[in-house]
């Protein structure tokens, strides 16, 4: 069964950061787009920023500035460092390829960020 484990979640202060790491098999790293996912409570999940084989991002309004993606070949992980963190980023973060594939959601990893 494929995984993708998601993890370096926590809480934080508003303003502070974070870095969240998701490792996968090679197979399905070197051939995906990889991406970011959220999902706040009471909302539906959502796309947070992905990253081409070629390493083209591409991220969501809302973090724009603020979070950057980034993969590592040799280790089949990709990262999200996020910076200037707001309240709104309280959600679970998983990673999935890009557009998603559903049997290819892990646990998640939960960033609160408190006021």
């Known amino acids: 069964q494929v995984q993708l484990v998601e993890s370096g979640g926590g809480l934080v202060q508003a303003g502070g950061s974070l870095r969240l790491s998701c490792a996968t098999s090679r197979s399905i790293f070197s051939l995906n787009v990889m991406g970011w996912y959220r999902q706040a409570p009471g909302k539906q999940r959502e796309v947070v920023a992905r990253i081409t084989i070629g390493d083209v991002a591409n991220y969501a309004d809302s973090v724009k500035g603020r979070f950057t993606i980034s993969r590592d070949n040799a280790k089949s992980t990709v990262y999200l460092q996020m910076n200037r963190m707001k309240p709104e980023d309280t959600a679970v973060y998983y990673c999935?390829?890009?557009?998603?594939?559903?049997?290819?959601w892990g646990q998640g990893t939960q960033v609160t960020v408190s006021s």
């Open positions: 999935n390829i890009f557009p998603s594939w559903r049997d290819y």
